[in-house]
Structures are given as C-alpha cells and as structure tokens.
C-alpha cells in the first residue's frame, strides 16, 4: 500500500513523495497511488501543495465503499535556494541529517480522507548540498525502532542514498525475524 515519488516542477523544485495507503493489499495500494498522482498533477501544473493535499483528501472523500485513509509525506525542495518545505498528513517521521546531527520530523496530524477540511503539518527548513532526507512508511517502524534508524543515519558514511535505505530496510526486516506485517518503504 506504499507509494513513493519523485519529480521536478516547471519552477525548479524537486518533490519528494511517500504515500501509505491504510491497511495492505490493492485497496491500500489504490489509495497511495491515487494521492501521488493527484499531487504530481496538480504541483506539475503549478499550482501548490496546499491545492494538492486539499484536492487529494476530497477525492478520498468521496469513495463511497469502506473508509480510506491515506498518510502523505511530502517534501518540497527549491533547487534554486535549497529551502525545502516538509509537509506531513498521518505520515510516518522524516529524518534530516546534517552533519553529524539527526533531526527528527514527526507529525501528529490525522491521514487525509477522514476529515472534510484536511489539516496538515509543516516544517521549513533550508538544505545544505551534505543534508541527507529520509522518509520512512510506518512499516518501518513496526519491524524497527526510531532509535534504530536515527543510528543507521548518523553512521551512513556512503555517498549513494540507496544504500542507506536498503541498510534501513534490510535492518528492519531482520529485526522483524522474517515477518513483515505492513508494507515498508524508505
């Protein structure tokens, strides 16, 4: 049920996108897709991820079977400046490492698709060209620790970022023992 994202708008900004559809399965999976494709539409015509994110929870909306919920993890970063906005609806933590340091982004706001008005939180920051992001689905989490990971980021000495999410998830699923109970995605 997890969707991960990545493009870059009109206006110089790269978006990074990590949507966790509630429960597992195709519905879940629906759902998470439906929220990247919104998103990416939307902020790709110019407009911004305000409109994308109140878009998004009214066509969550409006499916008339069972309640769907979808967590949105979105950051907005302008390759111009380097400032990146974090914004975060139900959305699992988001680590920024900045030299030695790990900061945490956590949010406690409600997944869209439950609400008729959407209330997301944000988070500012401006990136230097070291900074390393790194979203994480809730499933990470439940075979992992946030301490865990904090560690696995501060050490990462490597220059790929996907080594550093393969170590996260391979580390997560070794923790849990070869169960994997919801979807994981870094």
Same mark, same amino acid.
């Given at each position: 049920?997890?969707?991960?994202?990545?493009?870059?708008?009109?206006?110089?900004?790269?978006?990074?996108?990590?949507?966790?559809?509630?429960?597992?399965?195709?519905?879940?999976?629906?759902?998470?897709?439906?929220?990247?494709?919104?998103?990416?539409?939307?902020?790709?015509?110019?407009?911004?991820?305000?409109?994308?994110?109140?878009?998004?929870?009214?066509?969550?909306?409006?499916?008339?079977?069972?309640?769907?919920?979808?967590?949105?993890?979105?950051?907005?970063?302008?390759?111009?400046?380097?400032?990146?906005?974090?914004?975060?609806?139900?959305?699992?933590?988001?680590?920024?490492?900045?030299?030695?340091?790990?900061?945490?982004?956590? %949010?406690? %706001?409600?997944?869209?698709?439950?609400?008729?008005?959407?209330?997301?939180?944000?988070?500012?920051?401006?990136?230097?060209? %070291?900074?390393?992001?790194?979203?994480?689905?809730?499933?990470?989490?439940?075979?992992?620790?946030?301490?865990?990971?904090?560690?696995?980021?501060?050490?990462?000495?490597?220059?790929?970022?996907?080594?550093?999410?393969?170590?996260?998830?391979?580390?997560?699923?070794?923790?849990?023992?070869?169960?994997?109970?919801?979807?994981?995605?870094?």
């Amino acid at each position: 049920g997890d969707t991960c994202e990545a493009f870059k708008t009109s206006s110089g900004k790269l978006v990074m996108l990590l949507s966790d559809g509630m429960g597992s399965g195709k519905k879940a999976s629906i759902d998470s897709n439906v929220v990247a494709n919104v998103v990416q539409r939307i902020m790709k015509a110019g407009f911004p991820v305000d409109m994308a994110v109140r878009v998004v929870n009214s066509a969550l909306l409006l499916k008339d079977d069972d309640e769907r919920l979808t967590t949105a993890d979105i950051a907005v970063i302008d390759l111009y400046g380097g400032k990146c906005e974090f914004i975060k609806a139900g959305a699992a933590p988001t680590y920024v490492r900045r030299g030695g340091t790990v900061y945490r982004l956590e %949010s406690h %706001s409600l997944p869209a698709g439950i609400l008729n008005t959407i209330n997301v939180e944000k988070f500012q920051l401006s990136l230097v060209e %070291s900074d390393i992001i790194v979203m994480i689905s809730d499933g990470v989490l439940a075979n992992g620790s946030d301490e865990m990971i904090v560690k696995q980021i501060e050490r990462f000495k490597g220059k790929d970022p996907l080594d550093l999410c393969s170590e996260i998830l391979h580390n997560a699923a070794e923790k849990g023992k070869g169960v994997i109970s919801d979807d994981m995605s870094v």
